[in-house]
């Protein structure tokens, strides 16, 4: 019998993309044979990268990854899954605060497809308080944030800051 391949899809908002969402790319690469990357929009969220910088600077710190491959749709999430082949979405979760959070989404995405199960891993403690929001905060007031976030990101964020964008 033919090897089913198990594809994931790792979905967020990556505005930027920060070790924490490294750590959870990583871990789960190994864990399933392709693991897609959505940049997606949130419509909670205000953004700072647009959804090509989001998705190249992806690209750029997963390239030593050989079964990774960056998305960008318009859409519901479960939909573009089914329509190519993935029945797993992977979430990861920083602390207690994220799991009312993640458990909405999750039974949502169940509600709306049955057939696509959602798994959550927790970040490595040392990523546990990472989040874009906080990194764009502390950025303003030229914190260093060099341990937080990959160098090209560090670079690019830098590189808005001077401009003024
Ligand atoms: O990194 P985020 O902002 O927590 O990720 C949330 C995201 C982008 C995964 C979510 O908003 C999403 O899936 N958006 C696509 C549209 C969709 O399917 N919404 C229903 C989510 S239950």
Do not use: W
């Not at 207690?96 to 989404?105: H, T």
């Amino acid at each position: 019998m033919e090897k089913k391949i198990r594809k994931a899809m790792f979905a967020g908002s990556f505005d930027p993309i920060t070790n924490g969402h490294l750590d959870i790319i990583c871990r789960s690469s190994k864990i399933f044979d392709e693991l897609q990357i959505g940049v997606l929009y949130n419509p909670n969220k205000s953004g700072m990268f647009n959804f090509e910088e989001r998705a190249e600077l992806i690209e750029k710190c997963t390239s030593h990854l050989d079964n990774i491959k960056v998305v960008s749709f318009n859409g519901l999430l479960v939909n573009y899954c089914e329509e190519n082949g993935i029945d797993t979405l992977v979430r990861g979760i920083r602390s207690g605060a994220d799991v009312e959070y993640e458990l909405q989404m999750a039974h949502m995405n169940k509600e709306l497809n049955p057939n696509i199960e959602t798994i959550i891993l927790p970040t490595a403690t040392k990523y546990s308080f990472i989040s874009s929001s906080l990194i764009k905060e502390v950025l303003n007031f030229d914190a260093n944030i060099k341990n937080l976030v990959p160098k090209v990101v560090l670079e690019e964020l830098k590189r808005k800051a001077n401009r003024g964008n």
